[in-house]
């Protein structure tokens, strides 16, 4: 079975510091994208970075960025320069797989 | 930019009623998915779609149908509403693997 784990129910970062959220996964395509998702409080989901498996380069958008290792089948997610509207539930997947991990919910503190 | 509505943010109904959760795209998306979302649960899979009147069962279909009739929208329905269907039900579309979701509707079933 295909599965996504997020291992950190819950984390908490000081406004301006660097957090970084784990995800690992397992599946047997050989061709696949991977995504974390954003949901603020109340509002839309929304895309934050996405990866592609077979490019070897981590992604990066503005502060967001990834630490992919593709054997260890690990997709981590960092965040810097932590702002307060980073505070959300944040949810990773994997390739085709219709499962979300579990999500992590990050609290920024002022 | 995708668009991805839903009929209502906030519904209450009552045990036993049958339930319409309505979800439209605008972006000629050929998949459509239904989750829900329960604290500590995070997004569990109910129905998927990947063509016009065709349905997948996801990981918890139980209690749950669904009907799309035309590719723009994506029909869930409670049958018989019960307490433990209350939740946050989300909608997304996607053509690959990155999914849009809807702003989501709370549901409370009293």
């Known amino acids: 079975a295909q599965t996504v784990t997020q291992s950190q129910p819950e984390m908490s970062v000081q406004e301006a510091e660097t957090v970084t959220l784990s995800c690992t996964y397992d599946t047997s395509e050989s061709d696949y994208y991977l995504f974390w998702y954003k949901q603020p409080p109340s509002r839309q989901m929304i895309l934050v970075i996405r990866?592609?498996?077979?490019?070897?380069q981590n992604a990066t958008e503005n502060r967001f960025s990834v630490n992919f290792q593709k054997a260890a089948k690990s997709f981590s997610l960092k965040i810097s320069d932590s702002q307060l509207g980073d505070a959300a539930m944040y949810f990773c997947?994997?390739?085709?797989?219709?499962?979300f991990g579990g999500g992590t919910r990050l609290m920024v503190k002022p | 930019d995708v668009k991805v509505t839903q009929s209502s943010r906030y519904l209450v109904k009552r045990t036993g009623e049958k339930v319409f959760l309505e979800c439209v795209q605008d972006?000629?998306?050929?998949?459509m998915f239904w989750y829900r979302q329960d604290p500590g649960l995070g997004l569990r899979l109910i129905y998927f779609?990947?063509?016009?009147?065709?349905?997948e069962k996801g990981d918890i279909p139980e209690g749950y149908s669904v009907s799309r009739e035309k590719k723009e929208r994506f029909s869930l329905i409670l049958e018989s509403a019960s307490t433990n269907q209350t939740s946050m039900y989300l909608c997304a579309s996607s053509l690959e693997s990155e999914q849009y979701f809807g702003p989501g509707t709370r549901l409370t079933v009293t």
């Open positions: 779609s990947y063509d016009v009147k065709m349905k």
């Open positions: 990866q592609e498996a077979y490019k070897q």
């Open positions: 997947k994997a390739g085709n797989m219709l499962t």
């Open positions: 972006m000629d998306h050929e998949n």
